[in-house]
């Protein structure tokens, strides 16, 4: 969006940390996390195995209690699980049993018992965004990697949260899949505006599609640094030869390489 | 000498064919053996005079044993699974359960069935009730060991979107973790069926006046090998064929669960 819904925070992290382990010599997997999303903005995370950035989505996400701080989303405090949130996996997570179509209607079937026809008609619309219409009555193993997490993203689209949370989504899959789909999830974005919150290992891949990169230092995870990527959108391949690509790249890569330097 | 197979059409032909060519050809290696030395029906009798044994006995009295076995097995199969899948289940959800009833189990497994199956007749009398609680206690610990396992090994990802979406736990249990377990259960379910054959026969041998194990006691006792060797591979090919009947609800039921081949 290069004209944010409103600049208020939507989601807002206050010294936000999480420790697994009560004992006070083990350091906490996150903590003093400061961060203010904007509606519809994509923010994308960065940080070296093990930094919490898993932790951050599920704090977001109402699935993990913060130890400490807090989060809000539009001022509410998050105490469980929201109706809002689309949560999008490292693997698809797809039902084998189910087809693909069962597996987009799932969430509704899992939280309310039932669907109904217009449900089942919004599922083959966002499986047609997705350029999965054809696939629908497939069953899951039937499809490549690349289309089986495109499954995942579509069935986080069904309930329409405003927030999407994607952890790692795109690790599982080869290089030119793993671009491919970075731009559809970008188009899938532009027409379905969502607050988004992406956890990836690849550096350009942040650059690519955020509006602002978060990065995290080791454990225990706390704030690096937030850029923001000033490069215009629409993103296309051609992003990625823009001088100032490689500049926030490079910028992002000294935090990996020498975190003390930065 | 190495055994290479041959390419082709030839191949794909012999990988099929081999294990029955081989399965004839031991008896008719036995059969040989048999005649060349002459030995003794009751010693070992041939394959041939196991065949006149089994067509002498009429066909009505086969399958009365045969339903006898069969019904103890299948009863005793179907209370297993009634029993065992619900309480992995419940030791799935509590904890508390879990360390109470798991050793248990595991006393009840380690107990030899065989050896408690004569008191149970003492105790339970020699009625279809006993016979079928004596195969459900030697099929129901790998039945609740596969459910539970699967039940455990769902993705907990999976988990996660069940709680992210806040859904009742009734429902993660039935929509994800139980599906999820079926390739498990399934792998339970074909090592019980086998033993629920066992179990029926071994509570033949202990009190019985029908079934195929009872047969084969009572051939063994009167001397009458062949028969005793007739019953025998009855008892075999219906064991392998509720093997196989397993084998095909998995196929026809769950698909999906079955394990791919290449990809």
Redesign the interface.
Known sequence: MTEPATNRAFVRLSGVGHRYDPDPAVPPAVTGIDMDIRRHEFVAVVGPSGCGKSTLL?MI???LKPSEGEVSVFGMPVK??R?D?G?V???P?L???LTVSKNVL??L???Y?RYSREDEKRADELLAMAGLESFADK?P?ELSGGMQQRVGIVRALLLNPDILLMDEPFSALDAMTREQIGFDLLKIWEENPKTLLFITHSIAEAVLLADRVLVMSKRPGTVLEMIDVDLPRPRSTRTISDQRFSELADRIRRHVYEPDAA | MSLTPPEGRTRAVLMVAAPWLFFVALIGFWELVCQVFSLPAYVLPAPSAIVEAFFKVEISRWFTHLWATLRVALMGFAVSIVVAVPIAIAMMRSELLSRTLYPLLVVIQSTPVVAVAPLIIVLMGSGDPSRVLITALLTFFPLVVSTATGINETPPELIELSRSLDAPTRRETWQIRIPYAIPHIYSGLRIAITLAIIGAVVAEFVAAEEGLGYFIQFSTSFFRIPQAFAGLFFLAVVSLLLFKSVQWSQRIFFPWSLPKKGH
């Open positions: 599920r996400a109402g699935l469980g699980p109706e949130v949560i996996f490292q693997k997570t039902l084998p049993w799932f969430p079937k899992h939280k018992g069953m193993d």
